[in-house]
């Protein structure tokens, strides 16, 4: 009756995995690939950072080049059904898994990455937003504000008018919509062949995703509008999660969220300021952005479209209400 209770609090019942000194692997997928940046300042050391303060509980493996699945779409998908352990999703990619994180596409909402990827945490962190129920979220992002690239002059959003325009989702497809143009929708892989055959005139795209396209090579004109932002995130299975040893749950926790978004904010805005100077710097490119009467004009065009999806669901107005007074802290600080 002395000797269970003793053995429990030294720690020598434990696990199988442990008595046999083998960590528990967990995978990780990764459907983008491993020469991204994002891949190799953050989702990296992320895992080794994990597996170092597990002391040797859990080993995270990662499975880049989308090694697990291909399929953008069906990434978290995959994390429910165990094919991974944990995943690098894009909500807006499965239409209606992740309402509210459709919040962060609305146009003219952020600055920054920064900006969105505290507000966005924020809202989970304190509940407003409710995506997540099935996961564990270990890192939550937002991308730049989405702007416009092509291959006529753009100095305003007048010169916008009549344009065709490459729109990815319902929201900034509606966004490019109000500021005149008339949108296209068509995967980001096939968009720089329509410029170069004029299918097509111009395209939303982020710095990062401008370059990793090959999309900087067919525009010359940038116009730093902003749009919404694209959530992104690494969640794991819960279940998965919960039925880990609680150093391996205590070492996932300790580098998630704020370790793993100051990783994120730290090495991907300073990249994208780079990418932009790197435009700014190339005579042969024009790059503008909108002056106050401009950013006005957008306003007032982007008024109807988050009115609307404010209209889409009761809980969206609070959703968004929550995110203004977040914003207004942030900037505040």
């Known amino acids: 009756m002395r000797i269970i209770p003793a053995l429990l609090v030294s720690g020598l019942v434990l696990a199988p995995t442990f008595a046999s000194g083998e960590p528990i692997k967990l995978k990780f997928a990764v459907f983008s690939p491993d020469t991204e940046r994002l891949y190799n300042t953050v989702k990296r050391p992320f895992a080794a950072a994990v597996n170092a303060a597990s002391g040797g ?63 966005y945490t924020h809202l989970i962190e304190s509940g407003v937003l409710h995506d997540y129920g099935d996961f564990v979220p270990i890192a939550i992002w937002a991308t730049p504000p989405f702007s416009l690239h092509g291959n006529f002059p753009i100095s305003s959003v007048k010169d916008l008018k009549g344009k065709k325009v490459r729109g990815s989702g319902i929201i900034q497809i509606e966004s490019v919509k109000a500021l005149g143009a008339v949108p296209v929708g068509m995967p980001p892989t096939e968009v720089p062949e329509a410029i170069s055959r004029r299918t097509i005139d111009a395209s939303t795209s982020q710095p990062a995703v401008l370059f990793d396209f090959g999309l900087d090579r067919v525009v010359s004109h940038h116009y730093f509008i902003r749009l919404g932002a694209v959530p992104l995130a690494v969640v794991m299975n819960r279940q998965r999660f919960e039925s880990l040893p609680r150093a391996a749950q205590d070492a996932i926790r300790s580098h998630s969220m704020e370790w793993i978004n100051k990783l994120y904010i730290d090495s991907m805005l300073e990249y994208d300021r780079t990418l932009i100077d790197r435009l700014k710097s190339d005579p042969k490119r024009t790059v503008v952005f909108p002056d106050a009467a401009d950013q006005e004009a957008a306003r007032l065009g982007f008024e109807p479209v988050i009115k609307a999806w404010i209209a889409k669901r009761p809980q969206n107005a609070d959703l968004y209400k929550a995110a203004v007074a977040e914003i207004e802290k942030i900037r505040g600080k």
Do not use: C, H, K
């Open 57 to 119: 509980s859990i080993e995270i493996e990662l499975f880049p080049n989308g090694a697990l699945g291909r399929a953008p779409a069906q990434q978290a998908q995959m994390v429910l059904d165990g094919v991974a352990d944990i995943g690098f999703i894009v909500p807006p990619f499965t239409p209606g898994r992740f309402p509210d994180s459709e919040l962060l596409e609305l146009p003219g909402m952020f600055r920054d990455l920064a900006e969105g990827t505290r507000v």
